[in-house]
Structure formats: structure tokens, C-alpha cells
């Protein structure tokens, strides 16, 4: 058998300290998921069930590349999050086991289209030409569990040009990772190479070209890039 046309390149991100490369499948995101975000975005912190949105793959901006201002939009956001790597996917796995699941950690940014995403909302339409555009995830390399943990707590912030715009801590996220896993497990059979973004914490805002963006999360690392 031989491919009609060549091929795309599979998506892989960087694993610290070592030659090799973790190859990505699925980019999971849960919307809303630190109160004070919540809030920020005009909906009630209560804990209702986690959602989820998708985005692309081929969205992963890697090595600090820019990230290129997307078309038809004038109000772009910046999100701050922890990734989840996993290792091992399946169904219905239970909260107790799901950190054994997971490969490691990264740090990334959930760019948004916040206009068209407001739209969408409004019009009950989906909201993938707001959240899963090209160059959409500029996102750090990966950390192993097996050398850091699996952290539950620590500062994650976004500067911009310097400037704190975000900041929080991980252990204010309302769903956990181990429930973030088995939730979604209910809903996808979850597979080596599955990312999950786990949510942001309050700040978010809108950048400009030229602005410099430098994210962090305590134990996991850091994400920088250029909005060109
Ligand atoms: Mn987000």
C-alpha cells in the first residue's frame, strides 16, 4: 500500500534530559477550571461538571517559535496552563489510578480568539475558529512524572513583556488531574499521546504584536514566545 499524497508530519514535543521525543495524539482542553477565571468570564465558580473542548495537533507552536497574530480576529488572548501527558490511555479509569496514566508535564499557552469565541458562544455555535487556529498552542517541552511528581500545587503565571498579567496557583484548579483523566475517559477512549491543557488561572487579556510572552509553572517550567 502506498500514500495517495505524502503523508502530514506527526506533531512531537521535547523531553528534558533526554534525546527522546513524545509523539502527540488528542490536545484536550477544560474550560474554566480556577474559580476566579470563572468569574472574570461572567459564569458562576460553582463546581458543575468540567467541559472540554479540542484543539488541534498541528496547533503546537514548540522551541519558542512566534507565535504569528491569527486573520480575522482583533481580540486575541492569552492563556496560561499545565499540560498533562499521558502515557497510557483506556476507559473509564478510575481517579485513584489515573496519575498512573500520565507521562509527564508541560506548560502552554491557549491562544484564543476571544471575539470569535464570544460570538460562537452567543450564537450557540462551536468554538473551534476561537480556540483551534493555527499556531494556536505555543507550548513548552515535557518534564517526566518519574523525575518530578506529579505536582498539585505551585505558582503558575504569564508575564507579558515583563509584566505579571497572570497568576495563580495549580492547587486553585477546581477539577484535579486525576478527576480531569477519568472524566474524560468516560467520554474518549484516552491514548498514549494524548495532551490534556488544563484550564487557566484569572488574568486572561489581550496581546499585540510585538509582545513578549513568558510563561511559568513551579516544577514543570516554562513557555516563551513572540506574537510577530
Ligand atoms: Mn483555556
Redo the contacts with the bound molecule.
Keep these: 500500500m502506498r500514500y495517495a499524497i505524502t503523508p502530514p508530519d506527526r506533531v512531537h514535543l521535547s523531553v528534558r534530559g533526554s534525546d527522546e521525543i513524545y509523539p502527540v495524539r488528542r490536545v484536550y482542553?477544560?474550560?474554566r477550571?480556577y474559580a476566579a477565571h470563572a468569574i472574570e468570564m461572567g459564569h458562576d465558580p460553582d463546581r458543575e461538571d468540567p467541559f472540554f473542548f479540542l484543539k488541534c495537533p498541528e496547533n503546537i507552536v514548540t522551541g519558542g517559535a512566534d507565535f504569528p497574530y491569527p486573520t480575522c480576529s482583533s481580540g486575541v488572548h492569552h492563556?496560561i496552563?499545565t499540560v498533562v501527558a499521558l502515557a497510557h490511555g483506556g476507559r473509564d479509569i478510575a481517579v485513584e489510578n489515573a496519575l498512573e496514566h500520565v507521562f509527564g508535564y508541560g506548560i502552554g499557552l491557549?491562544m484564543?480568539r476571544r471575539d470569535l469565541q464570544g460570538e460562537m458562544k452567543k450564537q450557540g455555535r462551536p468554538w473551534e475558529i476561537g480556540?483551534a487556529f493555527d499556531h494556536s498552542a505555543p507550548m513548552s517541552g515535557l518534564v517526566r512524572a518519574s523525575e518530578i511528581g506529579h505536582p498539585d500545587a505551585g505558582a503558575i503565571w504569564l508575564k507579558v513583556n515583563g509584566e505579571v498579567r497572570q497568576s495563580g496557583d495549580m492547587n486553585q484548579m477546581i477539577w484535579k488531574v486525576p478527576e480531569m483523566i477519568a472524566c474524560l475517559s468516560r467520554l474518549f477512549e484516552l491514548a498514549p499521546g494524548d495532551l490534556i491543557?488544563t484550564?487557566?488561572p484569572s488574568g486572561v487579556g489581550p496581546v499585540s504584536r510585538g509582545d513578549v510572552l513568558h510563561g511559568f509553572a513551579e516544577g514543570i517550567g516554562e513557555v516563551q514566545c513572540k506574537v510577530a
Design positions: 482542553c477544560v474550560g477550571n492563556e496552563e491557549d484564543t480556540k491543557m484550564g487557566t
